[in-house]
């Protein structure tokens, strides 16, 4: 937007998902195919994990590796896709999934950032194109780290402020409602690597996050800064989506582009965070700066579709690496509307 060039573009990819996610981050999905079901799932996780955090979640195996090849070969022989899709997933396992540069972390988080990192540079023809995936809550708890005072402190350890916080954000997507979705300001992450809800609660003066994890454990956690920070260090507790966007967003100046629904729950967030700053009389010059901030929708390669002998299909990850798109032909479609990438869609 500001005309720079050669620079990163920087992702914020959310973690505290489960594998099972719709994005499916249990493998990769496949939409130059056969099928009638017009996508295809391949998996490099067991279907027995699909309970489980990526932001925890062990990182891929050559082991892992190895099945989703035998996989491949199969499929390339029942016809489901094509021996050009072949050898492009067979050249995705061998060049980056099984890289010393990905199979040195342990982790799914570290190894996508790695991976996605890889397969942005094979995406167009005419460029280097540098993007950089970054998990979300890694980066909100690096800064709730090193922000000790101000907003932020006075929202989790004023009393008052925080009640007409939790009070004002009630129902809002990415936040909290009542006792039936969400959590209070953080999820708790237990020892199977299965998130959890917490609620906000006072006893005798002094708060505690609570909540029940997958094993049916009762968990209280002292709602302390010193407690948080710990629990934060050991992965037992990741930031929830407003607090993330609360550190890179709300209080930083970072200008960030979402899906369909981001620009609608921000919107929702600022005047639930500026209204409570107001009420209570605090930081009057942050909650206009707060309430000015603008964020922008993007659609990605939504509008972008090729074709087979069975129709049209989308453009992902599988289909840009077998075939790279230049720029030059992206031109065109720079100035779609909104209402005509959608039309795409529902081809």
């Not at 500001?2 to 990769?28: H, L, W």
Request: net charge negative; hydrophobic share 40%; aromatic share 12%.
């Amino acid at each position: 937007m500001q005309k720079e060039e050669d620079s990163i573009t920087p992702f914020f990819a959310a973690s505290n998902v489960s594998i099972s996610n719709t994005v499916y981050p249990r493998g990769m999905l496949i939409y130059d195919c056969s099928i009638p079901q017009r996508f295809f799932r391949l998996p490099i996780y067991h279907w027995k994990l699909t309970r489980q955090c990526v932001a925890t979640l062990e990182g891929i195996t050559s082991e892992m590796v190895a099945r989703v090849k035998d996989r491949i070969g199969k499929e390339m022989h029942q016809g489901t896709f094509g021996p050009r899709m072949g050898d492009t997933l067979d050249s995705l396992c061998n060049d980056i999934l099984l890289s010393n540069e990905v199979l040195k972390y342990d982790t799914l988080r570290e190894q996508t950032t790695v991976i996605n990192a890889m397969l942005s540079e094979r995406y167009f023809k005419d460029t280097k194109a540098l993007y950089l995936w970054m998990p979300l809550e890694t980066l909100a708890t690096r800064l709730l780290f090193r922000d000790e005072d101000g907003i932020l402190y006075n929202i989790l350890f004023c009393k008052e402020l925080r009640s007409h916080i939790i009070q004002n954000l009630n129902g809002v997507s990415g936040c909290w409602k009542e006792d039936t979705g969400g959590t209070h300001f953080f999820w708790g992450l237990d020892s199977r690597h299965i998130l959890f809800p917490l609620r906000l609660t006072e006893k005798n003066g002094e708060a505690f996050l609570n909540g029940r994890n997958s094993l049916e454990e009762e968990v209280s956690i002292p709602f302390t800064k010193e407690a948080i920070l710990e629990e934060l260090e050991s992965l037992t507790l990741l930031p929830g989506l407003f607090l993330c966007f609360l550190e890179i967003h709300f209080l930083r100046d970072f200008t960030v582009f979402g899906g369909y629904f981001q620009p609608t729950y921000l919107k929702q967030m600022a005047k639930g965070l500026a209204g409570s700053l107001r009420e209570l009389g605090m930081f009057g010059k942050e909650a206009s700066i707060i309430e000015s901030k603008t964020n922008y929708m993007t659609l990605g390669l939504t509008y972008l579709f090729r074709e087979n002998s069975h129709g049209k299909y989308p453009v992902s990850t599988a289909e840009l690496l077998e075939e790279p798109i230049s720029f030059d032909s992206l031109k065109d479609l720079l100035d779609i509307t909104i209402e005509d990438s959608l039309s795409y869609i529902a081809f």
